[in-house]
Nanobody, 131 residues
Framework: QVQLVESGGATVAPGGSLYLSCSAS????????IGWFRQAPGKEREAVVV????????YYSDSVAGRFTISRGNAGNTIYLDMRDLKPEDTAVYYC????????????????????????WGKGTLVTVSS
């Protein structure tokens, strides 16, 4: 059974940086996506960035491209999110998520479509960007 535990959320000033971690267990050897989603107060959950396990391709939302970077630990069971130049609109609960989904899914249907296909979620970690 896949389990995901996020950590690293905090309050940071605009323009600051933050580093989130997701500890994953029970990951299968098959094709899957793993990555970060977020949900701001009063808004729907949205995709931030995911990585495809088989080919290592990454997919970023337009709102974070160039500021956020996803990476994996050497053993592959820790997922990191390096967030730079944070803005107040980045304030949200950030969730680590997993989905055993075929490799071409995001190329075929887009990143936001992936959100509904993901099957496992962590409990989330709160990021607040405020002065």
């Amino acid at each position: 059974q896949v389990q995901l535990v996020e950590s690293g959320g905090a309050t940071v000033a605009p323009g600051g940086s933050l580093y989130l971690s997701c500890s994953a267990s029970g990951l299968p050897p098959d094709s899957y996506y793993i990555g970060w989603f977020r949900q701001a107060p009063g808004k729907e959950r949205e995709a931030v960035v995911v990585i495809q396990h088989n080919d290592g391709k990454t997919y970023y939302s337009d709102s974070v491209a160039g500021r956020f970077t996803i990476s994996r630990g050497n053993a592959g069971n820790t997922i990191y999110l390096d967030m730079r130049d944070l803005k107040p609109e980045d304030t949200a609960v950030y969730y680590c998520s997993f989905g055993a989904i075929r490799m071409e899914y995001v190329d075929d249907f887009g990143l936001e479509a992936l959100r509904k296909a993901m099957t496992h979620w962590g409990k989330g970690t709160l990021v607040t960007v405020s002065s």
